[in-house]
């Protein structure tokens, strides 16, 4: 997928991700993690937030694995495994990791995605 070409499917799917990460961002706008850590409520929001972003993911690297394995600053992988641990759980996720994902790996996720989606025609809101 070097040539600049990304099929239609794909392109859908990473506006898709775009999509759930501004979700993540706007969701953690509304709290700190001090309100993550006692919240319920906020521990579910965001759970299900990074669970989207990690789905989204899981549909990318299923899919078109030679673009996930090309685009590996994206770290589609990663954002698969945390999302198989927060619904399977198979191991507790600390409000510690939680945070972190949602306020530097998923932030640090859209800001690569952009740059791609620009080199496919698409508008960035």
């Not at 700190?32 to 906020?42: A, V």
């Not at 937030?49 to 994206?74: M, T, W």
């Not at 945390?82 to 507790?92: D, F, S």
């Amino acid at each position: 997928m070097s040539d600049g070409f990304l099929p239609e499917g794909l392109v859908d799917r990473l506006v898709g991700l775009h999509e759930a990460c501004l979700r993540v961002e706007r969701v953690t706008q509304e709290m700190t993690y001090q309100t993550l850590s006692t919240g319920e409520i906020e521990q579910l929001a965001l759970s299900k937030a990074i669970e989207l972003v990690g789905e989204v993911s899981n549909g990318i690297v299923r899919k078109y694995p030679e673009f996930a394995d090309s685009a590996d600053q994206l770290k589609l992988r990663k954002a698969v495994g945390i999302r198989h641990i927060l619904v399977h759980g198979y191991e507790t996720i600390s409000h510690k990791t939680l945070w972190e994902t949602a306020t530097m790996s998923i932030p640090e996720m859209r800001s690569q995605l952009e740059p791609i989606l620009i080199d496919a025609g698409e508008q960035i809101p």
